[in-house]
């Protein structure tokens, strides 16, 4: 009875301390979200280079706002924090 207690006792603690893990942890860094962005907008690009205004973690996203004034251009990326590949984003010109 007591080794049943215990093996109960040790998968329950197994359980929540496997449950309650910080998922705020990312795995890149804002300035490699800001190198992916910058990298998607400025390769193959004769307007110059994007002036990143935030970065913000949202969940597992990092938001990235930026804008280039050479031609009136300004977007919103977010970026996977596990991987760094851009999941989406929506950019306008004026």
Known sequence: ?????LV???LITIALISGCQDSSISIISKEQAITSVRAQHEQNNTFGKIN???VTQ???EYEVKWDRKSNC???TDY???NDGKITHGVQ???
């Open 8 to 10: 109960t006792c040790l």
């Open 52 to 54: 990143v205004l935030s």
């Open 92 to 94: 306008q010109i004026c």
């Open 1 to 5: 009875m007591n080794l049943r207690f």
């Open 73 to 75: 251009e300004s977007g």
């Open 79 to 81: 970026v996977n924090v």
């Open 58 to 60: 949202k969940h597992d």
